[in-house]
Nanobody, 113 residues
Framework: QLQLVESGGGLVQPGGSLRLSCTAS????????VGWFRQAPGKQRERDLV?????????NYADSVKGRFTISRDNAKSAVYLQMNSLKPEDTALYYC?????WGQGTLVTVSS
């Protein structure tokens, strides 16, 4: 079964940092665009785009995370990362990666003091 697996979430204080990872099982991420999305608590079935990275490495960010988050990819490891700095309470959400129409199960990020 084709699968994406997210990891790296956790509890962090405001102003802190986390790095999320997205890896693929039984397929490769090397040749397709990958996006990170998030679903805030209480927002059922509404996933907001956070960042995308194209096959060639071009990136795009939601206005709310520009300057704080960085998406990158390591094709040698077939992985995509989301470095999140200067985290705010409003960044609290379940974070998902998506590629080729495939979603992972998500990793929870909680920003709280």
């Amino acid at each position: 079964q084709l699968q994406l697996v997210e990891s790296g979430g956790g509890l962090v204080q405001p102003g802190g940092s986390l790095r999320l990872s997205c890896t693929a099982s039984k397929f490769t991420l090397d040749y397709d665009a990958v996006g990170w999305f998030r679903q805030a608590p209480g927002k059922q079935r509404e996933r907001d785009l956070v960042a995308t990275i194209s096959r060639t490495g071009a990136t795009n960010y939601a206005d709310s995370v520009k300057g704080r988050f960085t998406i990158s990819r390591d094709n040698a490891k077939s992985a995509v990362y989301l470095q999140m700095n200067s985290l705010k309470p409003e960044d609290t959400a379940l974070y998902y990666c998506n590629s080729q129409g495939i979603w992972g199960q998500g990793t929870l990020v909680t920003v709280s003091s």
